[in-house]
């Protein structure tokens, strides 16, 4: 690896340090800072972090090798910064880094035999070949330094030491980060076949991946503001899959994740996780998470939790973290394709009656959820406080249970010109009711407003414009 010096002068000369087109390394310099990516700089330019390159992975696991400690590894087993940098380009959604989460299945190595380093170059070949042109890999004993024989008493100097621990401080961003991994944080929640926790030696953490302090706290970071397709489960791949792009993300998905968990939750759970240096690093995790938390909840603007699988309860524990003002900034909450009823909903919508916890929230989505009649009503009372999501501009709850109560209880609320777009297409109303309650109003304007924000279903469009003729 090249030294820190060298490395802050390559990241502070990086746009024109390229060949002859400068231009084009300052313009993905831009949009790697845009995404996020300068968040990463420091402990990359001083060498606290160092990324492993994806393709060397491959190649090392495909030719039988074991990984070994980052002070040992050849230098082309790494990315630079201005590698990073240089496989951005203009249409780049997310930063090319991704961070391993995965149970160290020794004290002193964590993946003796290679067998780990196997799972994972078969994944990093799917995405790479599929999708990703470079990937940076955080892969804790490579990118950290470690103590390179500490059987034998050979331990990390005075110097690595103090990386080391700038290196644990940015471990929060890495894992959290809502565009890191090119979005991916990669997840080995089982042990490789043939591993057998009565087979190790004593002072062995021998919990399983939940169970585990630090890896349970890595998957909660995973949890906070990461889209529901960018936390990979590689726990789930199956055997005989032949894998590219498409199909690893849909089976490493197909578990779901839990909702974010308040930094107070978060540290009543970690006190029944095991740690192998229980402690002294669960202060520090605790520290870290809660650090995390405040960081990306603060800044989101836009949280994608669709197709996770999440019931009533998950819906409560999400409300939960909204309600306490976590995300101010928040415009955009995606809550598709789950499992949410109207006890979920009226979590949901406690949240949203609480002034302050949804201060620029402007789009809803609750399509394909259970919601019925009841969770309607909650969310239209909740609506109908005053200081309640005060800039909401679109409530979306197509594809559930609603019926005519639900329908004429979001109306009562929301049914002006002024109030926000409402979709609820494909439920279980009955559209009759519709033209005798407009029929008494005889307000042409109101009606051609509720026919825009209602669109209930076509026969309700239907009745609107016939009325407002």
Request: with cysteine.
């Amino acid at each position: 690896m090249s030294s820190p010096a060298a490395r802050a002068v390559e990241c502070t000369k990086l746009s024109g340090s390229r060949g002859a087109a400068p231009v084009v390394y300052e313009e993905k310099l831009e949009r790697w800072r845009e995404l996020g990516g300068d968040a990463l700089e420091p402990v990359l330019a001083s060498g606290a972090v160092a990324l492993l390159d994806a393709r060397w992975i491959i190649s090392h696991a495909e030719a039988g090798g074991v990984l070994t400690h980052r002070q040992a590894l050849p230098e082309e087993a790494f990315l630079s910064l201005a590698d990073l940098v240089e496989a951005m380009h203009e249409f780049s959604q997310h930063i090319p880094v991704a961070a391993l989460s995965y149970p160290w299945l020794t004290k002193d190595h964590p993946d003796p035999r290679g067998a780990n380093l196997s799972r994972v170059a078969r994944a990093l070949k799917a995405l790479t070949v599929g999708g990703l042109n470079r990937l940076g890999v955080f892969w804790d004993y490579g990118s950290l330094h470690q103590h390179p024989d500490p059987a034998n008493g050979v331990m990390r100097t005075e110097e690595q030491n103090a990386l080391f621990k700038q290196g644990l401080s940015c471990l929060g961003t890495l894992y959290s980060h809502p565009k890191t991994s090119i979005s991916w944080v990669l997840r080995l929640t089982s042990f490789p076949d043939g591993h057998k926790a009565k087979d190790q030696a004593t002072g062995t953490n021998v919990a399983k991946y939940f169970d585990r302090g630090w890896c349970a706290t890595e998957n909660a970071w995973a949890s906070l503001t990461k889209s529901s397709n960018l936390s990979l489960d590689l726990g789930l791949m199956r055997d005989r899959e032949s894998y590219h792009f498409n199909n690893l993300i849909l089976d490493c998905t197909k578990g779901g994740r839990r909702p974010p968990l308040l930094p107070s939750v978060f540290a009543a759970e970690l006190e029944s996780k095991s740690f192998t240096n229980g402690k002294d690093d669960k202060p520090l995790v605790k520290r870290l998470y809660e650090a995390a938390f405040k960081e990306q909840f603060g800044k989101a603007t836009e949280l994608i939790y669709d197709d996770l699988g999440w019931g009533d309860a998950e819906a409560a524990q999400l409300a939960e973290v909204l309600a306490s003002g976590a995300a101010p900034r928040l415009e955009r909450l995606w809550l598709n394709r789950n499992q949410i009823g109207d006890e979920g909903c009226k979590a949901r919508a406690a949240a949203l009656g609480k002034e302050g916890a949804a201060p620029r929230l402007m789009v809803l989505w609750l399509n394909s959820n259970q919601i019925g009649d009841e969770g309607c009503k909650a969310l239209a009372a909740a609506l109908g406080k005053l200081g309640a999501a005060p800039r909401l501009m679109g409530l979306l709850l197509n594809s559930n249970q609603i019926g005519d109560e639900g329908c004429k209880a979001l109306y009562a609320t929301l049914g002006k010109p002024s109030s926000p777009w409402l979709e609820l297409r494909n439920n279980q109303i009955d559209c009759q009711w519709r033209a005798a309650d407009l029929d008494a109003t005889g307000d042409d304007c109101m009606v051609a407003a509720c026919a825009w924000q209602l669109r209930a279903c076509f026969e309700v469009v239907e009745v609107l414009l016939s009325f407002s003729s």
